[in-house]
């Protein structure tokens, strides 16, 4: 069965990703993998539409700063839409209100809101799993990039996810030498 924590419908104008439910690691490939497609199809405007999701992890945060980084580079944006005040001050804590611009007021889609949101009810797109992710190394470089993406935003973040990071590599390792990866 699909996972719909997750679901998309890609508009004229933009990529509207709505995340019903905690956005955590285990939901985040999915984020990345649509968002990528996306902007290798030369998309280049996304809103994440946080309105039912009562929370992020840091792997979340790191895959959509990673997004964000991707989008910033093929000249887009990514938005982020009606977080809840944790979740916002999750992301803000971490400085991905410097990558993207969260709730923001002047948004044109801000009229449309409850138009799109109704068009992605009514038409939903359900993420598909990328290959390799879900296994536990395919997870584990996943989780790894999104802190190490998290760490290079500031040293804070450094100092915050070092160990993590550190802990993580560690655990790549020793999957790819159980499986014989490279």
């Known amino acids: 069965m699909a996972d719909t924590t997750l679901i998309y419908h890609q508009f004229e104008d933009m990529l509207w990703v709505r995340c019903n439910g905690r956005g955590c690691f285990v939901n985040s490939p999915l984020l990345k993998g649509v ?14 539409d946080l309105e039912m999701c009562p929370g992020v992890d840091s792997t979340f945060m790191g895959t959509l700063a990673g997004v964000a980084k991707r989008c910033a580079a093929a000249g887009g944006r990514v938005e982020v839409a009606s977080p809840s005040i944790r979740a916002r001050e999750s992301m803000e804590s971490l400085g991905l209100d410097m ?17 799109r949101r109704a068009v992605l009810q009514a038409e939903p797109q359900v993420p598909e799993a990328p290959d390799g992710v879900m296994d536990e190394t395919g997870r ?11 760490r290079s935003m500031s040293t804070k973040n ?5 160990y993590v ?13 159980q499986h014989g990866e490279a």
């Open 35 to 48: 968002c990528d497609e996306y902007l290798k199809a030369g998309g280049s405007r996304i809103v994440v």
């Open 99 to 115: 990558l993207l611009e969260i709730d923001p007021v002047g948004a044109e889609w801000r009229g449309e809101l409850a138009e």
């Open 140 to 150: 584990t470089r996943h989780v790894l990039e999104a802190h190490n993406t998290l």
């Open 158 to 162: 450094d100092t915050t996810f070092g």
């Open 165 to 177: 990071c550190e802990t993580l590599e560690k655990d790549l390792i020793r999957h790819e030498q």
